[in-house]
């Protein structure tokens, strides 16, 4: 690659980093696969065909599925304006070359289901879902959005054996999403405005990171009280089952558009600072586990990630975070050392 006075590596194009076009000199549209034909899915499908940033490959196991949302999809690009194609199938050659991967596909936690019975369905699933990504496009960027989130990214980076910067999930941009959300209404202000973000797992093992909150500059510490910012950080824990009460399902227009954002800054080159479930390699005193952390994605994926500087109290809910992280891991490396671990069933459709 061509370097600049510098000796960095260029730049694409301006037409490349818009993502008119998969590579220089290369007139072909980007393209960006979606497995599991689900709720977040089909909602982050169609959030995709919106911004018209690539072709679409909607793929599911359950017949008809993906290719009956993928139609309707492309029956409502004139009201969209879009003209990128969608495709539907449950062929993994239709996915061929795709640029980014999403991988959607999962089963959620039953009442009365142990752990390790929820890891060994969902590892059944995310490893052939893996190795078939890894057959069909060996150059992809995979996001992982299947829960157990920073497992399955673990899963599926083991799997692969690509590099870190290629394999991360989806879990802090949605919390931070939320934690904007819910400090932006108790403001009733824009959240335009609103600037947070948080560590860690996915849930209760959350770290908001208040101390680094703002509001148009303003720290928002110096907004709220103490009360109503505790409020805050418990009602942005229990967000994801706070929606679960209300539908009787997980939510997905939020995770929808959080996957979008993610896919949109790899297809853009966008260099985006986002909170996103990353390998650690040493960083916040931890090897072979994924973690919620601020990363910058671009083309390349994950481009960058951030340490932080943390206080005693922010050390200790991280570390109970990694805690749960490498416990869950840990499971996930024993299953996958015990062949078979299962079969991929007709569950891509799960709501997530």
Request: neutral net charge; hydrophobic residues 45%; glycine residues 10%.
């Amino acid at each position: 690659m061509d370097r600049d006075r510098a000796g960095r590596k260029a730049r694409p194009d301006p037409l490349v980093r818009a993502g008119l076009v998969a590579r220089e000199g290369d007139g072909m549209r980007k393209k960006v696969t979606i497995v599991g034909a689900g709720r977040v899915g089909e909602t982050a499908a169609h959030v995709l065909v919106d911004k018209a940033l690539a072709d679409l490959v909607l793929l599911d196991v359950v017949p008809n599925l993906a290719a009956g949302k993928a139609l309707d999809l492309m029956e409502l690009r004139p009201l969209d304006g879009s003209d990128v194609s969608v495709t539907g199938t449950t062929d993994y050659e239709e996915t061929r070359n795709s640029d980014v991967v999403v991988v959607t596909s999962g089963v959620p936690r039953k009442p009365g289901e142990s752990r390790e019975d929820l890891l060994r369905k969902n590892i059944a699933i995310v490893k052939p879902v893996t190795e078939a990504v890894m057959r069909t496009s060996p150059g992809a960027v995979l996001i992982m959005v299947a829960n157990p989130l920073d497992t399955m990214a673990w899963v599926a980076r083991q799997v692969t054996g690509w590099p870190r910067n290629r394999v991360f999930g989806m879990a802090g941009i949605l919390d931070t999403a939320r934690l904007r959300s819910f400090i932006a209404m108790e403001l009733d202000c824009s959240v335009k405005d609103v600037s947070a973000f948080v560590l860690g797992g996915h849930g209760d093992e959350m770290v908001p990171l208040l101390r680094y909150a703002s509001v148009g500059g303003i720290p928002v510490e110096r907004l709220l009280s103490r009360e109503r910012l505790d409020a805050v950080v418990k009602r942005t824990r229990g967000a994801g089952g706070e929606i679960v009460k209300l539908l009787g399902f997980s939510a997905y227009f939020s995770p929808a558009a959080a996957v979008a954002a993610m896919v949109q800054a790899v297809l853009l080159d966008e260099r985006r600072v986002l909170p996103c479930s990353a390998y650690l390699d040493g960083e916040y005193g931890v090897r072979d586990v994924y973690l919620g952390v601020p990363v910058m994605i671009g083309a390349g994926g994950m481009e960058r990630l951030f340490e932080m500087e943390l206080t005693g109290e922010e050390k200790a809910l991280l570390a109970n975070s990694i805690k749960l992280s490498s416990e869950s891991i840990a499971e996930a490396r024993t299953l996958l050392a015990a062949e078979p671990v299962g079969t991929v069933g007709a569950t891509f459709a799960t709501p997530q």
